[in-house]
């Protein structure tokens, strides 16, 4: 009976096997399912993907789609018996009025150099890691770095409060070694923005910088330095050049993230310190007809992130094909 139920498909042949995965793949109407589905490449790469496609398109792009459509209404939400009408005159509105520039223009300059300053603090870390350090300390030292970020945003911006604050750690230590009579002004500045931003941001530079260092191979410097070249020379001419793509990635990540940051610069920065994504919230906070214009502000934000963004990847895309010549 048991080689008869087994012959038609109903139990594994394998009587030994007993566990739910090894029956299920013992079973013939299984085999042959997957058999089907996977016996092209191409199948395979569906099944894969249609997940992973499904998710970016229904909660990343959906949301943004969304959003598009908002921002050419002309009221939302929509009143009940009302028509929906479509407008530019919430897009016109930024163009219109000049006091919006200021904060958006703020916005990108402030990333910008954010940007920069997290790449100039991380480099030296993620080359330490990855020259520096033995493979058996790197996934240690990596894991030490990490825990900072297993804490959400709000609580790593309220300690960096606590550390710039006028009875913080920094105006204490600098009073103590007697640099300072009185507690220094950090809060509330451009400074304590750009440190709470950089701090924040670290971790989305020193990966893609680690990885593209990681995966020098130590001989191209060892090759230099036999035909002469000095140290800063071998980083100029063959480390930094081969690690144009990590610095393309990490700094594309920081600089769009920081673009969107809205709870850092509340809590740390000050009325001459005011961003983009105060101004969009803004809308958002009124009753009335106001989410049309948020929204509207909000995609001419990602718009122009994006637009620098690719930017910055063409002159980075030239650099590494003009270091290639």
């Not at 904060?103 to 993620?126: D, M, Q």
């Not at 940051?261 to 994504?277: D, H, Q, R």
Request: net charge positive; proline share 5%.
């Amino acid at each position: 009976m048991r080689n008869e139920a087994a012959a038609q498909g109903s139990i594994p042949q394998n009587g030994g096997d007993r566990t739910f995965w090894g029956r299920l793949s013992g079973w013939t109407a299984y085999r042959t399912v997957m058999g089907i589905a996977t016996a092209s490449p191409r199948r395979q790469f569906i099944i894969l993907a249609a997940f992973p496609i499904l998710w970016v398109l229904t909660q990343h792009l959906g949301p943004m789609v969304q959003m598009l459509r908002v921002s050419l209404l002309d009221a939302y939400p929509v009143a009940p018996g009302v028509e929906q009408s479509f407008t530019l005159d919430n897009y016109a509105r930024f163009f219109g009025d000049q006091i919006f520039w200021q904060p958006f223009f703020r916005t990108l300059s402030f990333a910008a150099v954010f940007t920069f300053c997290t790449l100039i603090l991380t480099y030296p870390v993620a080359y330490f890691l990855a020259r520096h350090v033995s493979r058996k300390n790197r996934m240690l030292l990596l894991l030490l770095l990490l825990i900072p970020f297993w804490v959400g945003e709000i609580v790593r911006t309220y300690a960096i409060m606590i550390l710039l604050g006028n009875t913080g750690a920094v105006n204490l230590v600098l009073q103590w070694f007697g640099l300072i009579d009185r507690p220094i002004p950090f809060m509330y500045t451009s400074f304590s923005m750009g440190v709470g931003i950089v701090y924040l941001t670290a971790l989305y530079m020193l990966l893609p910088l680690y990885s593209a260092l990681e995966k020098l191979p130590n001989s191209y410097n060892e090759a230099a330095a036999d035909l002469g070249a000095g140290a800063w020379t071998r980083f100029r001419r063959v480390t930094l050049p081969l690690t144009f793509e990590g610095i393309s990635s990490g700094c594309t990540l920081v600089f769009l993230i920081s673009t969107g940051f809205y709870a850092t610069p509340v809590l740390l920065g000050g009325p001459s310190t005011t961003v983009f994504a105060q101004t969009i919230a803004g809308f958002f906070h009124v009753a009335g007809d106001e989410w049309p214009t948020g929204a509207a502000f909000a995609t001419i934000m990602f718009a122009g992130a994006i637009v620098l963004t690719a930017v910055f990847q063409k002159l980075m895309y030239a650099l590494r094909k003009g270091d290639t010549k």
